[in-house]
């Protein structure tokens, strides 16, 4: 199994990285803005979409099972 911790390229974190993230934060706000909702309520909705990337969540466990 590899053991090393994956890290991003230097192109990776200043573009697709960066892009990505002003991308979702400009989301967010649109959606905040249309439904008029608190901060709290954004970021219960990031830590939902959140889980779906936990190393314990059922998504990543069936990838798991998948590759092999």
């Known amino acids: 199994m ?7 390229t230097n192109y990776q974190k200043d ?3 960066s892009e ?4 979702i934060e400009q989301k ?3 959606l905040q803005e249309a ?3 608190p901060n709290e309520f954004i970021f219960d909705f990031i830590k ?4 779906n990337w936990d190393p314990d969540s059922y ?6 099972v998948q590759k092999y």
């Open 15 to 17: 573009r697709l990285i």
């Open 35 to 37: 439904i008029g909702c």
């Open 59 to 64: 998504k990543s466990k069936a990838e798991k």
């Open 2 to 8: 590899n053991n090393q911790k994956w890290q991003p």
């Open 28 to 30: 967010l706000n649109n």
């Open 48 to 51: 939902d979409i959140q889980q």
């Open 20 to 23: 990505t993230k002003k991308y």
